[in-house]
T-cell receptor
């Protein structure tokens, strides 16, 4: 069955370190998205991609970057981790205007 | 800017009750609307997708309706069970393939 997987599921890192969260989907979807979820804020869009070599900024993109070198993967990089980036991160994928599917999330703690 | 609101933020009902969760959006020019379920510490599970040309979708005990003109969607859960306890989120998709815009969810507790 097709799926979308995130790794790691849990990560603790120190302030200032570079961190990369992985997202891999086997749906063959063109569209991929990264959200963060925080109490009181709900899901907020970080970055998204509509295809290989395409990336776009979301509403909370500062301090984050993505790259899309193939259809299956959209890794999210925190250039220099900050305590404000402690959150749960979700990756999602979809085809054009169809049902979106989410990964199980990565809980990131920055100490 | 599209905004999505879900009221109430939390709801507690006894087992067996039929219930309705509400979702409203500010811009009626949506392409589709999707309902998700999220269990504590888990990801989002897609429940129903309604295209803008549709009025409702059904899956088992779940029925979602869409009224674009009034900017509203409802998720109807029949004969609720304790296993339905979760947070339910709605999200709207906009034309030209833009990312989903989410509401903050309704946390549902079904008491046995």
């Amino acid at each position: 069955d097709a799926e979308i997987t995130q790794s790691p599921r849990h990560k603790i890192t120190e302030t200032g370190r570079q961190v990369t969260l992985a997202c891999h989907q086997t749906w063959n979807h063109n569209n991929m998205f990264w959200y963060r979820q925080d109490l009181g804020h709900g899901l907020r869009l970080i970055h998204y991609s509509y295809g290989v070599q395409d990336t776009n900024k979301g509403e909370v993109s500062d301090g984050y970057s993505v790259s899309r070198s193939n259809t299956e993967d959209l890794p999210l990089t925190l250039e220099s981790a900050a305590s404000s980036q402690t959150s749960v991160y979700f990756c999602a994928s979809s085809s054009a205007n169809t049902e979106a599917f989410f990964g199980q999330g990565t809980r990131l703690t920055v100490v | 800017k599209q905004e999505v609101t879900q009221i109430p933020a939390a709801l507690s009902v006894p087992e067996g009750e039929n219930l309705v969760l509400n979702c409203s959006f500010t811009d009626s020019a949506i392409y589709n609307l999707q309902w998700f379920r999220q269990d504590p510490g888990k990801g989002l599970t897609s429940l129903l997708l309604i295209q803008s040309s549709q009025r409702e979708q059904t899956s088992g005990r779940l029925n979602a309706s869409l009224d674009k003109s009034s900017g509203r969607s409802t998720l109807y859960i029949a004969a609720s069970q304790p296993g339905d306890s979760a947070t339910y989120l709605c999200a709207v998709g906009l034309p030209l393939i833009t990312p989903l815009v989410f509401g903050k969810g309704t946390r549902l507790s079904v008491i046995a």
